[in-house]
């Protein structure tokens, strides 16, 4: 199982971001995970999967920026390790 973490910078709050994020992974499938706004305006995502093209796909659509209203300017991408999720999920 590959663990990733992504650290997104640019205009990723308030425009839907954390949502299209959620449908992403649902829609590629296989992805487990969390992503969440941070207090600094960046968006934090733990994501892991078995499938290393679904999980390079779904990092190269969040390098674009699933929602039509963000602009991404910068993914920091790090395998971590953290306990496993069974579902993707949408903090607050």
């Keep these: 199982m590959k663990k990733m973490r992504l650290l997104?910078?640019?205009r990723v709050q308030g425009v839907?971001?954390?949502?299209s994020t959620y449908l992403l992974?649902?829609?590629i499938g296989d992805l487990y995970?969390?992503?969440?706004?941070?207090?600094?305006?960046?968006?934090e995502i733990l994501v892991q999967s078995d499938d290393s093209a679904k999980l390079a796909k779904f990092i190269q659509e969040v390098r674009k920026g699933p929602s039509p209203y963000a602009k991404v300017t910068y993914v920091d991408v790090n395998m971590v390790t953290f306990s496993d999720y069974s579902d993707f999920q949408m903090a607050n």
Aim: net charge negative; no cysteine; charged share 25%.
């Design 33 to 43: 995970g969390r992503v969440w706004n941070n207090d600094d305006g960046t968006v």
């Design 8 to 10: 997104v910078s640019g």
């Design 25 to 27: 992974a649902q829609e």
């Design 16 to 19: 839907g971001f954390r949502y």
